[in-house]
């Protein structure tokens, strides 16, 4: 049974840090992953992705140069380190992957090809 979990959510207060998990299990290694968000009110957004090989990452503008995606493929964890983290970033966060879940180079995420995801994990960013 192909299965994600997500766990680090949690209350952060601007400007801080929280790391994100996401544990795979009865799947093959071989597939991206990606992370996604979704706010009270708005729409599922997706906000970055690592190839299999860790070869690529991805990220979208507004988390560039504070949120980094790292995998360890031999324990099937997924990593989201968040730094400098703002109200805005507050959210559901999910990881999702699928076999034609694509992350690379020139591609935009989306979740085309996400068959498979997590129930979340709640990210609040308030003083």
């Known amino acids: 049974q192909l299965q994600l979990v997500e766990s680090g959510g949690g209350l952060a207060q601007p400007g801080g840090s929280l790391t994100l998990s996401c544990a795979a299990s009865?799947?093959?290694?071989?597939?991206?992953i990606g992370w996604f968000r979704q706010a009270p009110g708005k729409a599922r957004e997706a906000v970055a992705c690592?190839?299999?090989?860790?070869?690529?990452?991805t990220y979208r503008d507004s988390v560039q140069g504070r949120f980094t995606v790292s995998r360890d493929r031999a324990r099937n964890l997924v990593y989201l380190q968040m730094k400098n983290l703002k109200p805005e970033d507050t959210a559901i966060y999910y990881c999702?992957?699928?076999?034609?879940?694509?992350?690379?180079?020139?591609?935009?995420?989306?979740?085309?090809?996400?068959?498979?995801w997590g129930k979340g994990t709640q990210v609040t960013v308030s003083s």
């Open positions: 690592i190839s299999s090989e860790s070869t690529f990452s």
């Open positions: 999702a992957t699928g076999p034609l879940f694509a992350c690379g180079k020139h591609v935009p995420i989306s979740t085309v090809g996400t068959d498979y």
């Open positions: 009865g799947f093959t290694k071989a597939y991206s």
